[in-house]
């Protein structure tokens, strides 16, 4: 970055900023607040790289890191909801700076949104729950994401939620290919109104609001008692 010229004639050193080669900065969504960067380290002189942010409708940068060198990567959180942001990066020490990067640029993720059902069984019998009952109900303002997995937020009453022969827990992360393999199973002689919640998954994030399933189970005549 800096050359001394020899101080011979009296004057002070000359310092010449020698620019690095053009740093290539790539950018990745990772999630609704969160853009990973890199790029090569391309200079040997550094003291650190400066990272700068825009919105990708605004005319200014501004500065919002300043890193220590040798750094090749910048992860940004905090970040809204669905918006584009550009970036570009420079190295830096005391004489000055280099050229900037090209400008690398990325959109947040939109949270996946859905909407509630309902289903029925009769009494005693067992609902099998196939994956087109979620991703039927699946929305996302991104058109290329789809539902990557449901969270279990709530347990329904008068039955057990089964994931196979396991009972499902709250908090349980069930895969859109094993939604085909989850089953309610209504306690012997129940009938009435259960539900259980859920959140929808487009594998970046969870949606903000549960949807839930209502469980009707229709009562059923039994046979008669002899005495």
Request: no cysteine.
């Amino acid at each position: 970055y800096a050359l001394k010229g020899g101080n011979e004639s009296g004057y002070d050193s000359l310092k010449v900023l020698i620019s690095t080669g053009r740093v290539n900065l790539l950018t990745h969504s990772v999630n609704a607040s969160k853009i990973d960067l890199s790029w090569q380290d391309l200079s040997a002189h550094e003291t650190g790289y400066e990272v700068q942010r825009k919105l990708s409708t605004a005319s200014t940068f501004e500065s919002i890191a300043i890193l220590p060198d040798n750094s090749q990567a910048f992860t940004d959180t905090g970040l809204s909801e669905g918006t584009s942001y550009d970036y570009r990066v420079r190295a830096v020490n005391a004489y000055g700076a280099s050229a900037f990067s090209n400008i690398g640029t990325a959109q947040t993720n939109f949270r996946p949104l859905g909407s509630s059902f309902a289903n029925e069984l009769l009494e005693d019998g067992t609902l099998v729950f196939v994956a087109l009952d979620f991703t039927s109900h699946f929305l996302d303002p991104d058109d290329a994401d789809e539902l990557e997995a449901i969270e279990i937020s709530s347990l329904p009453q008068l039955g057990t939620l089964k994931l196979g022969a396991s009972p499902v827990q709250v908090g349980q992360i069930i895969p859109a290919a094993e939604l085909g393999n989850m089953e309610f199973v209504p306690e012997h002689d129940e009938n009435g109104v259960s539900e259980f919640s859920f959140f929808n998954n487009d594998g970046k994030n969870n949606s903000i609001s549960t949807y839930s399933v209502t469980l009707t189970i229709i009562p059923v005549n039994g046979a008669p008692l002899l005495s």
